[in-house]
């Protein structure tokens, strides 16, 4: 027999709270002790763990979801459930944890399509709000845009409350400079460019549930002067003289785009205020080089007075903030070298006259820097998202069980990931809020980075009309940036286009439909006796299903991996079918080819359910042409199609070649 009581002076530090383990229990076991108005730190594990609570009163938070714990509750957490328990009483919480581990209960719960109470909560995706200073092109659309409206389409398929939200980022600094050289206002600037923005994305059959343009959104300048003040408010920013860079000529502030030299962590060329190659901010007096952009004269360099962060002090309400969510390496990895700094001031406003003005006085001539202003900015969607759908959603109180995901490229990270987390925290300190990130990686065209304002660019309505948006879609899914930079030639586009969408997918279907009008009139047939291949055939498909479940949902998304499986689920079908045309038309294997050309018609079917988030139009067509119309549901397995239902795949064009599906296409060509 083994007895352990529990002693206070054995405890020590572990997940931010006070535990003693509990020797030779038979499974890991432990003492743990919560000081009043103090929480563990959120994680997940794959052990089953047993809290059982036996001193005080608090809170169990599980996935966003509040449980109250008292003397005598018992609280068993599955595998992967991110977890904090939190005492809410003015004593201390005491409670023994036993933990385990099995690996068939981590499969079941780590596998999932839906985890971490996706199902049970409001899910906000956000693209990060694109500048309007040009029009998308393909390395816009290949990241944020089509990275959120694919997960989103896929939360739905399995029964998730998912929004996709964006809008029109009007108060950059970069709007300003292209007002200047297109000899306009910043105000109509942006309003041309948000249209052009908002029209390219519905090309791409991207439609966002939530489109906020900032400049014109009604409450919107309210909204971010309340949120502002709360920072101010919390006593932790403070409005100070620091150094800043001017234009030798005319005296005019510098910062973003008006400003460049080398990057002063890793020696990049960069822009003011972050580094595109390192993720790192800079402070632009702390450029090497300077130079400003708009100017010959070297920058002057004085001090400028404005609303500053002491970011460094910081680093453990990232962390713990990094601890709850979807935060890739790549972005911890960002922060950790951030953290290394001895400290980082940012400046949260800027002169300049384009923006929200703070409510501060003597603050004038200054606005709400844009990044601040867009974490604020969400929220202001996310309240406005409630309006169109009957949800109270208020952006002053945001509530506990909101999901938020969050897409956009690497050279925003430090916003999303560090600053913004900070700045929720000052303005709502009792919020903690639940955000999982998708950063992309740069897209290169022909080897060079998109660039819109050099005009190094394959602009969206160059290429997407109707007869081409899958076949876009699915290409810039399979060479997204993920992890690392990719590059889109118009030659690798055509080559999957002719060699991959119609080559094989399109002459597999076509023939497939020949197949069973030409043998069984054009329905379905029903499948017959089984052979050993057909079964590996079958399991091939269902380990493809898993594939494509994983690589959509929102634990692993990657639409690499997803475009790789779907064109996986016709290789092996292809494969497959072409090892049975070997005794398909014999009368003695007349059973055994029903259940081959029945396979190969749920292949078709899997690849119509599986491949709706990515291509809708196309799944949308080869659904019918089965005669089984999308039921907006994902594939929990693989299934025959129904028995004796049309068929009519023969008689679809379901992707058109380059020179005919893309707009203006025929008049390039005269």
């Not at 689920?569 to 045309?581: M, Q």
């Not at 139009?617 to 025959?640: M, S, Y």
Request: glycine share 8%; hydrophobic share 40%.
């Amino acid at each position: 027999m083994i007895v352990s009581r529990y002693d206070p002076g054995a405890l020590s530090e572990a997940f931010g709270i006070d535990m003693s383990a509990i020797e030779q229990a038979g499974a890991g076991a432990a003492w743990a002790r919560v000081r009043p108005g103090e929480r563990s730190a959120p994680h997940q594990h794959d052990e089953t763990e047993v809290f059982v609570i036996v001193r005080g009163t608090g809170e169990v938070v599980v996935d966003a979801e509040r449980h109250p714990v008292a003397p005598g509750t018992v609280v068993v957490f599955e595998p992967f459930d991110t977890h904090v328990i939190e005492n809410t009483g003015a004593s201390d919480l005491v409670f023994a944890t036993f933990y385990w581990r099995d690996p068939d209960r981590a499969v079941r719960h780590g596998t999932r399509a839906v985890r971490r109470g996706f199902d049970r909560r409001p899910v906000f995706v956000f693209s990060t709000p694109p500048t309007p200073n040009g029009d998308l092109h393909l390395g816009h659309l290949s990241g944020p845009y089509l990275g959120a409206d694919v997960l989103v389409r896929f939360l739905r398929r399995n029964g998730v409350a998912a929004w996709h939200l964006t809008g029109s980022d009007d108060y950059q600094s970069y709007v300003v400079d292209a007002a200047r050289r297109q000899g306009d206002s910043p105000a109509r600037t942006a309003e041309r460019h948000s249209r052009e923005i908002a029209a390219t994305l519905r090309l791409m059959d991207i439609e966002p549930d939530q489109y906020t343009v900032t400049s014109t959104a009604p409450g919107y300048r309210d909204a971010v002067s309340a949120c502002f003040a709360r920072i101010r408010a919390s006593g932790r920013v403070a409005a100070e003289s620091r150094p800043a860079l001017f234009d030798g000529d005319t005296g005019r502030y510098l910062y973003e785009v008006d400003v460049a030299g080398l990057c002063p962590s890793c020696g990049s060329g960069t822009g003011g205020n972050i580094c595109e190659e390192c993720g790192e901010p800079n402070t632009c007096a702390d450029l090497v080089e300077p130079r400003a952009t708009g100017s010959d004269a070297p920058p002057r360099r004085a001090d400028a007075t404005r609303v500053c962060l002491p970011l460094h002090e910081f680093e453990q309400t990232v962390r713990d903030h990094h601890r709850l969510g979807r935060v890739p390496v790549r972005l911890r990895e960002l922060a950790e070298r951030v953290f290394r700094r001895e400290r980082l001031d940012v400046a949260l406003t800027h002169p300049s006259s384009w923006g929200v003005t703070p409510a501060d006085a003597g603050m004038e001539d200054q606005v709400v820097w844009v990044w601040p202003e867009m974490a604020f900015g969400f929220l202001y969607g996310i309240e406005a998202l409630g309006r169109t759908v009957g949800e109270s959603w208020p952006a002053q109180a945001p509530q506990a069980d909101w999901k938020i995901v969050h897409f956009f490229g690497y050279d925003n990270s430090f916003y999303h990931a560090l600053l913004y987390p900070v700045l929720y925290a000052l303005a709502y300190p009792d919020w903690k809020p639940d955000i999982d990130y998708h950063p992309n990686e740069f897209y290169l065209l022909d080897g060079e980075k998109f660039s819109t304002s050099r005009r190094h660019a394959v602009w969206g309505k160059e290429v997407l009309g109707p007869d081409s948006v899958d076949a876009v879609r699915f290409f810039l899914s399979l060479t997204r940036p993920e992890g690392r930079r990719t590059n889109f030639t118009r030659a690798a586009y055509h080559q999957v286009l002719d060699g991959t969408l119609i080559g094989t997918w399109q002459s597999w279907l076509t023939g497939l439909g020949r197949r069973v009008r030409e043998r069984y009139a054009g329905e379905a047939p029903d499948a017959g006796v089984w052979t050993p291949e057909h079964t590996a055939f079958l399991a091939r498909l269902e380990s493809r299903r898993a594939d494509l479940t994983a690589a959509l949902g929102a634990d692993g998304f990657s639409l690499n991996r997803g475009a790789a499986a779907l064109s996986g689920i016709v290789e092996d079908a292809v494969a497959f079918g072409r090892l049975e045309e070997g005794t398909a038309t014999s009368p003695a294997w007349a059973a055994e080819a029903r259940t081959g050309i029945a396979l190969e018609l749920a292949a078709a079917r899997l690849l119509a359910r599986c491949a709706a988030p990515v291509m809708p139009r196309f799944a949308a067509r080869l659904a019918a042409a089965l005669g089984e119309p999308d039921d907006g549901t994902w594939p929990e397995t693989v299934q025959l199609v129904k028995a004796g239902g049309p068929v009519a795949l023969d008689g679809v064009t379901f992707f058109v070649p380059a020179r005919t599906a893309e707009p203006g296409a025929a008049e390039a060509a005269r």
